[in-house]
């Protein structure tokens, strides 16, 4: 965990993934809209299923075409024009995986190939305005000094040990690992595009954990000294409430009752589950009030509001 | 502190609820009609928009975008201020996305874009060129003081187009095939290698440009090397022929992709005033442009060299064809798209 210090408001984190960082966009409505960074691992993985894909593709269309029994159609020199025509259509075929794969996909409307849709990624412009296709163009081009080149020199050279292989190598490595140093994640084909590769999860709208007339008709009730969380704290409950893990559920309560003194009402205890969205009702309560008069408590270490 | 929460429940009260619950309530509604909305674009695309969705989305998209900037100042319901995040950040790409036109964007892409960007690139492409020439200059000149470097330069040309070959040899290669169809798979792969090792070149400028020179060097000193060879048989006219006709297209081409290669380089190294991230950037775009362009250039010229050269052997009409192009793309690129005085930057 950060020191308390550094911590920002848990508001503040994009889509409550504490630790992720985020490309903040300045709508034109004027409202500030965080873009999730891709991280090092999404954006690996996401390569890997496309040059997953890019090697499959022209072994199962190679099988099919091998399974389909079209051996006497060529035999002996005969329909030349059919062909050259399946040769062209091969050839350009093999000339989209190479070059246009990334490009085309990118251009279109999900802006992302298969493999960055299967890891929820999307490409956007750096300054979140329109991702034109130069930019798409120029950010799948220096594929070719980060990746495609180093490759194969390492291949080339690798044959006979030499000091050109490494060179390669180190050059390979240099470039595959710039992203890991810079905030954005971005490689050297987007920092010349002026474009990055965002997360894009999809989140569903779930209930309203806060039940204030429930807790009432309880009779579970806090004094406000017994509210002694901040924002942070606030999040982390909710989330365990989403979960719904009774160990996790019962080690909070305990946490909460001792920090709070909490002494259970005598008869008909509250289960766990209960108390903890008793008492997430009741903080919510109260920092909102507090929020709306502009005094806002990050965590526990900050001052009481 | 609302003194309703720690109050026994005796007397009877209105319900108990948040302000952000009621905040919720009141635009739930709207939120879960645009993300409906969203998935629909996802899936089938605005075509498939009535003309009312397709006016009610901004709205929508608004009413979201304000519904997020008052979460994040009354609301901790941490799913809730996520899941409109999410919504909106699903819906700007779409709304801000680009949705211009296919005719406004062809228009901008090859009648503004494009030529200026290649006019901008002025400097750059001069020296890709002349760098293309000494190379070119330099290749003749080695392998008319000693023939063997001929072997250096090209050593899978062993065979046809060999020292050794003879001049009926040679011109058998540069001659026609008009048998062939007009489709060869031939002018495919010209097209694809040419587009790739374009893209090389390119890419190559973000290594401080050195890659980028020596390529275009060794493109010149082949094509010296070659047209000497043709030369001492007494086939230069024909070979100059041969090369013409898609040669002005292909190698204008590949000069522009080295000076995009340059361009990179150029501001990598010195950035001048912009700081290198935006001067990158700025190049990038720049470039970009400028090599979409190239790649329709080469598919023309593999045209031209798979088709063209096949039908025609001619060598004034090859020349012809060849001329023609190459005064074609300069007037593109010198006239195309020029600002009319007092248009403004």
């Not at chain 2, 996305?97 to 750059?124: C, H, I, M, N």
Request: with cysteine.
């Amino acid at each position: 965990m950060a020191k308390p210090g550094k911590r920002d408001l848990a508001s503040d984190a994009p889509y409550g993934e504490i630790g992720r960082s985020a490309t903040e966009v300045l709508t034109p409505e004027g409202v500030v809209l965080p873009f999730i960074n891709a991280t090092f691992g999404e954006r690996v993985g996401a390569l890997l299923l496309d040059w997953l894909i890019m090697i499959l593709a022209p072994v199962i269309v190679l099988i099919i075409w091998l399974i389909l029994p079209l051996e006497h159609v060529f035999d002996n020199g005969k329909n030349k024009a059919l062909g050259s025509f399946v040769l062209i259509v091969a050839m350009f075929f093999l000339f989209f995986l190479r070059s246009g794969y990334f490009i085309l996909f990118e251009m279109g409307a999900r802006a992302a190939t298969p493999g960055k849709r299967v890891m929820k990624l999307r490409v956007i412009s750096h300054d979140g305005g329109r991702l034109t296709p130069a930019a798409v163009f120029t950010r799948n081009a220096l594929r070719e000094v980060e990746l495609y080149l180093p490759v194969t020199l390492i291949f080339a050279w690798s044959a006979n040990h030499s000091v050109g292989s490494w060179l390669a190598f180190l050059w390979a490595l240099a470039l595959l690992l710039l992203p890991l140093f810079n905030k954005q994640h971005a490689r050297l084909g987007d920092f010349l595009a002026g474009t990055r590769v965002v997360h894009m999860p999809k989140a569903s709208l779930s209930y309203d954990l806060a039940d204030l007339e429930g807790d009432r008709n309880l009779g579970l009730s806090f004094t406000p000294d017994q509210l002694a969380y901040g924002e942070m704290e606030l999040t982390v409950l909710e989330q365990v409430l989403r979960e719904r893990k009774p160990a996790v559920m019962k080690a909070v309560a305990a946490r909460i009752k001792a920090r709070i003194n909490w002494v259970d009402p005598k008869n008909d205890p509250p289960g766990d589950e209960t108390f903890l969205r008793a008492y997430y009702g009741a903080l919510r309560a109260h920092l909102e009030a507090k929020m709306l008069l502009g005094r806002r408590r990050k965590d526990k270490h900050d001052a009481p509001v | 502190m609302n003194d309703d929460i720690h109050t026994p429940a005796d007397a009877p009260k209105p319900v108990l609820r948040l302000k952000s619950q009621k905040f919720r309530e009141a635009r739930q509604s709207d939120w879960r009609a645009l993300s409906a909305q969203l998935d629909k674009v996802e899936k089938r695309g605005l075509g498939s928009f009535s003309i009312d969705e397709l006016l009610n989305l901004p709205l929508l998209y608004r009413s979201a975008m304000s519904s997020l900037s008052m979460a994040q100042s009354i609301s901790l319901d941490r799913n809730m201020i996520t899941y409109l995040q999410a919504l909106c950040v699903r819906a700007y790409v779409y709304v801000y996305g680009p949705q211009t036109r296919l005719k406004d964007v062809l228009y901008s892409f090859f009648v503004l874009a494009w030529p200026r960007a290649v006019r901008r690139l002025g400097g750059e492409i001069a020296l890709a060129f002349a760098t293309l020439v000494a190379g070119a200059i330099a290749g003749w000149l080695m392998c008319a003081h000693d023939s063997t470097w001929y072997n250096v330069f090209l050593p899978g040309e062993q065979g046809s187009r060999g020292l050794d070959s003879s001049a009926e040899e040679l011109r058998k290669t540069i001659g026609g095939n008009p048998e062939n169809h007009a489709l060869s798979p031939f002018a495919v792969f010209l097209m694809t290698h040419n587009v790739g090792v374009a893209i090389s070149t390119f890419a190559f400028g973000a290594v401080f440009g050195l890659p980028t020179f020596a390529l275009t060097l060794y493109t010149g000193i082949t094509l010296g090397a070659m047209v000497w060879l043709f030369a001492q048989q007494g086939l230069g006219f024909e070979f100059a022929a041969w090369l013409t006709i898609h040669g002005t297209t292909e190698l204008f081409a590949l000069v522009i992709a080295a000076g995009c290669g340059f361009h990179i380089a150029r501001r990598l190294m010195f950035p001048g005033d912009a700081t290198r991230k935006v001067a990158l950037r700025e190049a990038g775009t720049l470039t970009g442009t400028a090599m979409i362009g190239v790649a329709i250039m080469l598919t023309v010229a593999g045209c031209l060299e798979g088709i063209g050269r096949q039908m025609i052997t001619d060598p004034f009409v090859r020349i012809g064809i060849g001329a023609v192009m190459l005064a074609v793309w300069g007037l593109y690129y010198t006239s195309v798209g020029r600002r009319k005085p007092g248009e403004g930057a």
